[in-house]
């Protein structure tokens, strides 16, 4: 069995966006909360020796709620790693880095610390959009253009993957994405995701019937995905296939892959582990929406 990713359950759950998606509250707590959590390191470094002989060549620094709201557990967390994989990527919304929380001498740490990648999520190139989804259209706080995280990641020498969650109402069609593409491409932004939000299964209307009704609301429908594949596979070539079934392209010069962040939809190869998902407790689990799914 080979594994692609470690995720790393890095913080709580607490979070400074206001995404009415949240993809923490379709899914099960693995024990996380609020407060802060001490790490569990044994299990860590079995999570690691087992990541390692599977074959994972990128760890993941993500969270229940924003990962860098806690610098000093990611600090703790990248030297634990001591360059065992190639890749250590962190996800973000973001926010922390814009305002400058996260100034630049901390980014450039984090990379002397093994730190290759920051992923940032965002739902529009427009920071109008943006600033709807993660901070709320009534709040007198401003959304910064996506040229802010870029220039930023990149001035501390890091790799930038964007993902954009699509949304109806927000990216939901090809002319949305032909213009984003322009700009990823402009701001020289190595890699660009597009990630459907995901459409909850039924028992989360049980526990959190808000995010369940708005994310059926604004999910994209099967055939709205489908012609968004059809054109890239148009307009852009194959690169890779992902075992999960993700398919990258290279679209004049760009990297785009089109994703789903929790589903296989029977996709997956069933050699291949998507995630092996460490949490603070010590729990190792593969699956983010059911608590079943543990190895540890």
Same mark, same amino acid.
């Given at each position: 069995m080979k594994i692609q990713?470690?995720?790393?359950?890095?913080?709580?759950?607490?979070?400074?966006?206001?995404?009415?998606?949240?993809?923490?509250?379709?899914?099960?707590?693995?024990?996380?909360?609020?407060?802060?959590?001490?790490?569990?390191?044994?299990?860590?470094?079995?999570?690691?020796?087992?990541? @390692?002989r599977a074959g994972v060549t990128t760890a993941m620094l993500?969270?229940?709620?924003?990962?860098?709201?806690?610098?000093?557990?990611?600090?703790?967390?990248?030297?634990?790693?001591?360059?065992?994989?190639?890749?250590?990527?962190?996800?973000?919304?973001?926010?922390?880095?814009?305002?400058?929380?996260?100034?630049?001498?901390?980014?450039?740490?984090?990379?002397?610390?093994?730190?290759?990648?920051?992923?940032?999520?965002?739902?529009?190139f427009n920071e109008y959009y943006n600033k709807e989804i993660y901070i709320g259209s009534n709040s007198n706080k401003s959304y910064p253009s996506i040229d802010v995280f870029a220039n930023k990641i990149h001035m501390a020498g890091l790799s930038m993957r964007l993902n954009c969650v699509?949304?109806?109402?927000?990216?939901?069609?090809?002319?949305?994405?032909?213009?984003?593409?322009?700009?990823?491409?402009?701001?020289?932004?190595?890699?660009?995701?597009?990630?459907?939000?995901?459409?909850?299964?039924?028992k989360v209307k049980e526990t959190c019937e808000e995010v369940y009704d708005w994310t059926v609301s604004h999910g994209l429908d099967r055939s709205d995905v489908s012609i968004i594949k059809a054109h890239l596979d148009k307009a852009g070539t194959q690169v890779l296939q992902l075992a999960h079934g993700?398919?990258?392209?290279?679209?004049?010069?760009?990297?785009?892959?089109?994703?789903?962040?929790?589903?296989? @939809?029977?996709?997956?190869?069933?050699d291949t582990m998507r995630n092996l998902i460490f949490y603070p407790d010590g729990h190792l689990r593969y699956d983010w929406a059911h608590s079943g799914a543990i190895l540890l």
């Open positions: 990713t470690l995720s790393i359950l890095t913080g709580s759950a607490a979070c400074n966006a206001k995404c009415p998606f949240c993809v923490s509250k379709m899914t099960h707590s693995g024990g996380v909360n609020i407060k802060s959590h001490e790490i569990n390191w044994h299990n860590f470094k079995v999570a690691c020796k087992l990541a @390692d993500t969270g229940k709620g924003e990962p860098t709201l806690w610098p000093k557990q990611i600090e703790s967390y990248l030297i634990a790693l001591n360059g065992m994989f190639p890749f250590v990527e962190l996800q973000t919304n973001g926010l922390t880095i814009a305002n400058d929380t996260i100034d630049l001498h901390t980014l450039k740490y984090w990379r002397q610390l093994g730190l290759t990648t920051i992923a940032v999520s965002v739902a529009h699509m949304l109806k109402g927000f990216v939901d069609d090809w002319l949305d994405i032909d213009e984003f593409l322009n700009l990823v491409r402009l701001l020289g932004i190595e890699q660009f995701t597009l990630i459907p939000v995901n459409k909850p299964a039924d993700a398919v990258v392209y290279d679209v004049n010069g760009q990297n785009v892959c089109l994703s789903n962040c929790l589903k296989t @939809d029977g996709k997956e190869n069933a």
